[in-house]
């Protein structure tokens, strides 16, 4: 931002318009107006970046990068159990490698926001047999669907419930 409000006040000190500059930096007029009138008051020094107010940060960018990479490693090479991150674990590792007490729900939110969503292990029966399925499909749901064709009632009976279908 500081380097747009630089650049601003170069163009309008060439004669460039207020309204020209502020769509050339993709501003408002006005906010090139304020600019302009706090560099008339305090010179350079009102140009310059101010530090965001707030609270200071609990780990280091290299501390944040650290952690990261932990996410990319399997949690079992941590000490856990089993190999699912939560944020719980994750709170926990940091507690113990940095000192640093972070809220479980705080860490969910900060690793979603750095493109680590919730992890769960992908469902499958392991009993699952695809080329039994495959042949099903191909052989059996083919012969049903004759059946059907000759307006025939079918009804599907499953281990989680039934469907009746009228043809």
């Given at each position: 931002?500081?380097?747009?409000?630089?650049?601003?006040?170069?163009?309008?000190g060439?004669?460039?318009?207020?309204?020209?500059v502020?769509?050339?930096l993709?501003?408002?007029?006005?906010t090139?107006?304020?600019?302009?009138a706090r560099?008339?008051?305090?010179?350079?020094?009102g140009?310059?970046?101010k530090?965001t107010?707030?609270r200071?940060?609990?780990l280091?960018?290299?501390q944040?990068?650290?952690v990261?990479?932990?996410?990319?490693?399997?949690?079992?090479?941590?000490g856990?159990?089993t190999?699912?991150?939560?944020?719980?674990?994750?709170?926990?590792?940091?507690?113990?490698?940095f000192?640093?007490?972070?809220?479980?729900d705080?860490l969910?939110?900060?690793?979603?926001?750095?493109?680590?969503?919730?992890q769960?292990?992908?469902r499958?029966?392991k009993?699952?047999d695809?080329?039994?399925?495959?042949?099903?499909?191909k052989d059996?749901?083919l012969?049903?669907e004759?059946v059907?064709?000759?307006?025939?009632?079918?009804?599907?009976?499953?281990?989680?419930?039934?469907?009746?279908?009228?043809?």
């Open positions: 931002m500081e380097a747009r409000r630089r650049v601003a006040i170069a163009k309008c060439e004669g460039w318009a207020q309204a020209e502020a769509t050339l993709g501003v408002h007029p006005v090139v107006a304020k600019w302009m560099h008339r008051r305090t010179g350079d020094s140009l310059a970046a530090p107010p707030g200071p940060r609990f280091t960018p290299a944040e990068r650290r990261l990479r932990w996410l990319d490693q399997k949690p079992t090479a941590h856990f159990r190999d699912l991150w939560v944020s719980r674990r994750v709170a926990e590792l940091i507690r113990r490698k000192g640093a007490a972070f809220h479980p705080y969910r939110a900060w690793m979603r926001g750095r493109g680590y969503g919730p769960k292990p992908r499958r029966a009993q699952k695809q080329p039994a399925i495959d042949g099903w499909v059996d749901w012969r049903i004759k059907a064709a000759a307006r025939a009632h079918l009804v599907l009976i499953g281990d989680t419930g039934c469907s009746s279908t009228r043809w």
